[in-house]
């Protein structure tokens, strides 16, 4: 006697498996999307030093930071454009004398929305890291924790 035999999926398996992945997908989501957060916020963190790094070679040519510039098309930018390299951030110089800068990267497009812990990133002459309201408002978090 051939005996039949069967392959395949019941509704009942099926179903168990989809609420298995519905499941893990609301765990793990909301952890994917604060890596990638923290990901975009490392462009911002890597410009703004990059900058730096540009703003005191001006300094060692000119002998202030006052007159440096960024995508102005002048022979004083320091940067030929007000992005950061990925376009996650606009960066800018808020304050600069002859002896001292301020720079700021500021999140834009998704960025600006899904990093509210940080916001807008800032940098000085002095090497000191911090952070500022952004599109989104004030930041919910300190420093440190955002630049670490």
């Known amino acids: 006697m051939n ?3 069967k392959t395949g ?11 298995i992945i519905g499941l893990l997908t609301t765990i793990v989501y909301p952890h994917y999307q604060t890596y990638l957060t923290r990901a975009r916020r490392s462009d911002g963190q890597t410009a703004l030093i990059d900058l730096a790094i540009r703003m ?12 440096a510039t960024i995508g102005r098309g002048h022979l004083t930018d320091v940067l030929s454009d007000a992005k950061s390299p990925e376009g996650f951030y606009n960066l800018r110089i808020k304050e600069a004398s002859e002896t001292s800068y301020l720079l700021l990267a500021t999140p834009i497009g998704a960025q600006a929305y899904s990093d509210t812990a940080c916001q807008t990133l800032t940098f000085n002459h002095l090497g000191m890291k911090g952070i500022d309201k952004g599109p989104a408002g004030p930041p919910t978090n300190t420093a440190f924790t955002c630049w670490v």
């Open 3 to 5: 005996k039949l035999t």
């Open 9 to 19: 999926f019941t509704l009942i398996e099926l179903m168990i498996a989809l609420a």
């Open 56 to 67: 005191e070679n001006y300094y060692a040519n000119t002998m202030t930071y006052q007159t």
